[in-house]
Every structure is written in structure tokens, then in C-alpha cells.
């Protein structure tokens, strides 16, 4: 076995203690610290010596192919300026964001939260960026990563809804040029009324807004962008089955399910389970995998899924494969179990 193989081991022994540590600082401090210490062993060459290279199993996936199923969910790289660090741990696609029009700074803090009993995260960030041209810049500087980059984008929390999706076409038209794909959050719990776009009118116009506006740039460029939708898991089967019609009627390119979700059933009784937000982690395993599946029954092969939500371990992320999804996306799994997480799922794939 290369040397690099065993300091690589020896790191993935070592990130529960380093874990350990992060988690006695303030969950977002901690998390700024990590994505910092990452883009630092980066540039000076260290993190590539650590980690070992990930197994190759390409998957062509809306006209693109990913160099492997696994991907970094939206929200951990915000500033879009750690792309080369987390390609680096092995990671086949990186989407970045939310970005959204002009910067802003989100919620008030405290706006992150720890469940570690449940190995769980609440969230209230409310879309903190740098704006949309600050990280097309930061994206832009990329330059060892060779995997598909996607841009999350959003409407800005002073935009009314009814204004919502001219936010999503500027941002749309100013990522196209350099975007492998696209995905329009609309089902963020941390922006006011920002769900109230998944009904099927104001979804459907969306929908037809972008994809007016990828047809125009497909036109101009001869370059095409696929985009998604991101939907949240706190949706009915009457809500999937709509929706379903809708993206299919629409030519949506793909679907990501699914985002955080509102429901507090799973961690009652825990000390943080009062605070608002998007809740993450396992107690989304099972919930997130049967929505994969509604979607899928109501999709076919006509929009492909990218499947997110409590994905800790192999396991989990075949079970969302089997309901239908064609790609994995780790947020929360990937900050409790650290890299190895990445190299189990790509092995068993």
C-alpha cells in the first residue's frame, strides 16, 4: 500500500478527535475555522499529500459526467472559495452557494446549532453570501478541481416573491457562462415565504422563466447549461404528485431531493430542537429516501434525481440509489463522519 495511503487512514482515525475539538467551539466559528484550515492545506500542498485519490466510477448524468456519484450538498461552501480543497477530498461534483443577487449577510447569529445525539444540525443561516459576482469570482479561481461544479442560486430576502424570479433569472444569466449546471433554491426554510414558490403555479412559472432564459443563452452560446430545482422533504404526496407534473411538462433537466426540513418529530425533547430552521442529519435518512421515491414514481427517467438528506453511511446512499436517485449529495453526514464517508459510498456505488 503507498505511503499515501496509510497517512490517509491515519487521518480519517484522527477526525473524530479533531471533531471532538470543533464541536466544544461554536458551531459556525467552528465551521468557518474548517473551510479556512482546509483552503490553507490546499495551497501549501498538504491536504493533496494526506488523501488518498478516490475510486473511478464516472456516471453520466444530465448531459454531464460526474467523475463519481458523490457530491458536496449546497450550503457548506457559501463563498464558493474552497472548491479545490473539498475536490481534493474526493468529492466527484461541489455545488456552491446560495448565491444570491447582491450580498447579504443572512440571519442574525446564534443561527447554527448542534444535535449531536441525533446527529442532526439546525440552521438559520437565511442565505449569507458574498452576492452572486463576488462568488463567480471566488468559483473562478478554481483551478485543481476537476470534477462538475453547480451553482445554488436564490432571491435575496428584501425581494418579494412576486419579484422572486427576476432575483433567479439575473443570478441564472450571470452563472450560465461558467456553471456545469445550475440549481434555483426554492425551498430554503430560512428566508421568509420563500417555500410558498413550490406551489405548482408559482413553480411552474419559475420553471418556464429559466428555462426561457436557457434556451436564449443555449441559443447565444451554443453551450448548455442543464438546471435543477431544489425541493424540501415537508411536502404531501397530492404536493409530489403536482410538482411531478409540472417538472415533467416543464423539460426541468433535473431534481434535487431534498433539502432541510421543519418537522421537529424526530428530536423532541432535545435542548436545540426549539430553535428555528432547517433541521439536517439522520433524522432525514428515511423521510428524505421515500420523497427520492414519490418523485421518482412521478418522473420516471424523464427528470433524473440527485438524492440528499441524512446520508451517513454506504448504506444509506445505495437505499437512495434504489429509490431512484442517480447521485448523492452529503452535507451533514460528510461534517459528523468526515472523508472516509465519501470513499465508502464511491466503493460500494
Known amino acids: ?57 464516472p456516471v453520466t448524468f444530465a448531459g454531464l459526467t460526474f467523475p463519481n456519484p458523490v457530491g458536496l450538498a449546497a450550503g457548506l461552501d457559501k463563498e464558493a472559495n474552497t472548491i479545490d480543497a473539498l475536490g481534493t477530498m474526493g468529492f466527484g461534483h461541489v455545488e456552491v452557494g446560495t448565491l444570491t443577487p447582491k450580498p447579504q449577510d443572512g440571519n442574525e447569529s446564534p443561527r447554527l446549532f448542534r444535535l449531536p445525539e441525533h446527529q442532526a444540525l439546525i440552521n438559520r443561516m437565511g442565505f449569507n453570501n458574498p452576492g452572486i459576482d ?14 462538475i461544479i453547480g451553482i445554488n442560486i436564490g432571491k435575496n430576502k428584501v425581494t418579494p416573491n412576486e419579484q422572486a424570479n427576476d432575483d433567479y433569472a439575473i443570478a441564472f444569466e450571470k452563472s450560465y457562462p461558467w456553471a456545469d449546471y445550475i440549481t434555483a433554491n426554492f425551498s430554503s426554510p430560512n428566508t421568509p415565504g420563500l417555500r410558498d414558490l413550490q406551489s405548482e403555479d408559482a413553480a411552474g412559472r419559475l420553471l ?29 404526496q397530492e404536493q409530489i404528485s403536482g410538482l411531478s407534473r409540472v417538472f415533467r411538462d416543464g423539460g426541468l433537466d433535473f431534481l434535487i431531493a431534498t433539502n432541510t426540513t421543519i418537522s421537529r418529530d424526530a428530536v423532541k425533547g432535545h435542548p436545540n430542537a426549539k430553535e428555528a430552521g432547517g433541521l439536517s442529519g439522520a433524522p432525514l435518512t428515511q423521510h428524505s429516501t421515500e420523497i ?23 448504506e444509506d446512499a445505495l437505499a437512495k440509489r434504489d429509490a431512484g436517485a442517480k447521485l448523492i449529495q452529503l452535507y451533514t453526514g460528510f461534517v459528523y463522519r468526515g472523508p472516509q464517508l465519501i470513499h465508502d459510498i464511491i466503493k460500494a456505488w
Not at 463576488?134 to 470534477?147: D, V
Not at 418556464?208 to 438546471?227: A, D, I, M, S, W
Not at 427520492?292 to 454506504?314: K, M, Q, R, S
Open 1 to 57: 500500500m503507498p505511503i499515501f495511503r496509510h497517512i490517509f487512514l491515519v487521518l480519517n482515525l484522527l477526525y473524530p478527535a479533531a471533531r471532538a475539538v470543533l464541536f466544544r467551539i461554536d458551531a459556525e466559528r467552528a465551521h468557518h475555522l474548517s473551510m479556512k484550515g482546509l483552503r490553507a492545506s490546499e495551497n501549501l500542498g498538504i491536504l493533496g499529500a494526506l488523501t488518498s485519490p478516490p475510486e473511478k466510477k
Open 134 to 147: 463576488q462568488g463567480l469570482a471566488n468559483a473562478r479561481s478554481s483551478t485543481s478541481f476537476k470534477g
Open 208 to 236: 418556464e422563466v429559466l428555462k426561457n432564459l436557457q434556451t436564449k443563452l443555449h441559443q447565444e452560446t451554443g453551450r448548455y447549461v442543464p438546471f435543477a430545482l431544489k425541493v424540501a422533504p415537508d411536502l404531501d
Open 292 to 314: 427520492i421515491a414519490a418523485f421518482h414514481a412521478g418522473l420516471g427517467e424523464a427528470v433524473p434525481i440527485i438524492g440528499a438528506g441524512g446520508i451517513f453511511t454506504a
